[in-house]
């Protein structure tokens, strides 16, 4: 079918997919963050570690950091920690309640200025070609309907020799762990999501879309086609995660 979209488990047209994924940013905002950590046991803090050590931002010049899709501004603020003065983050979600969160951690953490949020969406990017020394997304690809267009966008955004990282939930490769996984993930993460975030659906969706998601392989073929060099992936946790790694050379 054309113009079709995955949205979880469920084909819907491409059209539609953005509304139904807003909704559910929308709905889990204000419990994303405490969501993270109770869903995957705080591992997502040791992932996001993984992708600022890859990021390396310099400690003594300037670094310009675009994070698509960056939500809350989670592993922006990790990467202005980690780096320089020098360093300045622009984090950029299609959602406005996930990034009003986002605003309110970095003036709570006294990053004001520094890591700026500006509502837009990963196809479209309102920036100049050439514009940043790194490119992030976490978590956030599989949720965009058309992932060549953000991929292109990463690609167009980035300065020559910069780098593109994407952090994303990936295929199991450890047999035993695939159905601890699974179940954990079909029955408990919905359960949890009802019991904090008063919401299981947007749960299932969350789920449902990790396990739609292009395997390691191909999803570095598609940053090839976007233009990417040097593209390689790292599986982290048994492939729960997968680190994917490109330069604009
Ligand atoms: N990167 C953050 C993190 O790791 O904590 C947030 C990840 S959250 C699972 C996915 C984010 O993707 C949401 O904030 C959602 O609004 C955003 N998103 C979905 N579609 C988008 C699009 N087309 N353009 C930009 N952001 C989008």
Known sequence: MADTAQFGSRQVP????????????????????LMND???????RAWKDALV?????PKTRPFALIDIAGGTGDVALRVIEAGGEGARATVCDINPDMLAVGRERAAARSRVGVVTFTEANAEALPFKDRSFDAATIAFGIRNVPRIEAALAEAFRVLKIGGRFLCLEFSAVNVPGLAALYDAYSFNVIPALGRAVAGDAESYRYLVESIRRFPKPRQFADMMRAAGFARVSFQPMTGGIVALHSGWRL
């Open 14 to 33: 491409l059209a539609d997919k953005q509304a139904l994924v807003d909704d559910v940013f929308r709905s889990v905002a204000q419990r994303y963050d």
């Open 53 to 57: 050590t890859a990021v390396n931002p």
């Open 38 to 44: 109770l869903m995957s046991f705080g591992l997502h």
